[in-house]
């Protein structure tokens, strides 16, 4: 066999053989859970909560904690989570919501906290839907906002796209996990090896209710101009929200970010009279002539 020829066979071999590692191991690499037994007690300073269990058509056990408001509640938030420990580390972002009257829901995806079950991007889609379908029995949907942060954005965008939520909050949103992953291995064929693509682009589409987008101009795993991307594909629902200097994990520690989060739950959406602005105005470049 001649040189070029085997030296071509080698690099396809070492191609195919990393196409397949990306394959079956893209779970470990994507998802980073932590597992609670059973009789793990959930415990946070100044915060009611209540431990729910879900059963699945499959027979998959899907974990979830709320936490209640002081006070009256102006309705329910369903907080998906990014891909890493489980609802236990996660719970203490709930707080960023109750204090605004809103009951809060966290679940842990399969695999992940106390939640059972075998991992695919068609189950975690049937379990939050689920999910959601339980919090129609409690409430009217015009009481529910979605929120999706990281990985959840993507599971959030989806929900929505398939119910009629109050508001759609997404926190560092990818345009698709394909695209997120390409940036790493630019030359594989991801379309083929994803298990888990996301396309959180597809879903905006289809969504009916406002769409409201947070991202920090220094997000490092997910650039903003992802944000900006999204937030083009459903313009008149869509409004971007910028943490300046705001990074992939650091949100919650910025002023800003709470702030908007303060403008987003407690604003009532208006709809906005045109004809009363400049939108028709044309800026002309031309300069004007003026008489001697």
């Keep these: 066999m001649a040189y070029w020829l085997s030296t071509i066979v080698l690099i396809l071999s070492i191609y195919i053989a990393i196409s397949i ?11 980073k859970p932590e597992k609670l037994p059973k009789d793990f007690q959930f415990n946070y300073d100044n915060q009611e909560t209540k431990e729910y269990n879900l059963e699945t058509r499959d027979g998959a056990v899907i974990n979830g904690l709320r936490f209640f408001p002081k006070g009256e509640s102006k309705g329910v938030v369903l907080y998906l989570k990014g891909n890493s ?49 339980k919090l129609k029995e409690m409430t009217t949907e015009d009481r529910i906002i979605l929120y999706g942060r990281s990985l959840g954005s993507g599971f959030a965008a989806k929900l929505a796209s398939m119910n009629n939520p109050k508001l759609l909050i997404l926190d560092a949103p990818y345009y698709s996990l394909t695209k997120v992953t390409a940036r790493y291995a630019p030359f594989m064929p991801l379309s083929l090896l994803m298990k888990y693509p996301l ?15 947070i991202h920090g101009t220094h997000d490092k795993l997910i650039p903003y101009k992802t944000s900006v991307k999204l937030s083009q594909i459903n313009p008149k629902l869509t409004k971007l929200h910028t943490v300046i200097g705001g990074g992939h994990k650091n949100l919650n520690n910025f002023e800003s970010y709470h702030n908007m989060l303060d403008d987003i739950l ?6 906005l009279d045109l004809s009363t602005t400049s939108i028709n105005v044309i800026h002309s470049s031309k300069k004007s002539k003026t008489k001697a």
Aim: aromatic letters at 18%; one cysteine or more; hydrophobic letters at 35%.
């Design 266 to 271: 407690n604003s009532e959406s208006k709809i």
């Design 199 to 213: 396309p959180t682009y597809k879903w905006l589409k289809y969504v009916q209710c406002p769409i409201h987008i």
């Design 85 to 133: 420990k489980s609802i236990k580390g996660w719970g203490k972002f709930a707080v960023d919501f109750t204090r605004h009257g809103y009951n809060v829901l966290m679940v842990d995806y399969r695999g992940f906290g106390k939640s059972t079950g075998r991992r695919s991007q068609k189950a975690i889609k049937r379990d939050l839907q689920l999910v959601y379908n």
């Design 21 to 31: 590692a990306l394959y079956y191991l893209q779970d470990y690499m994507l998802f």
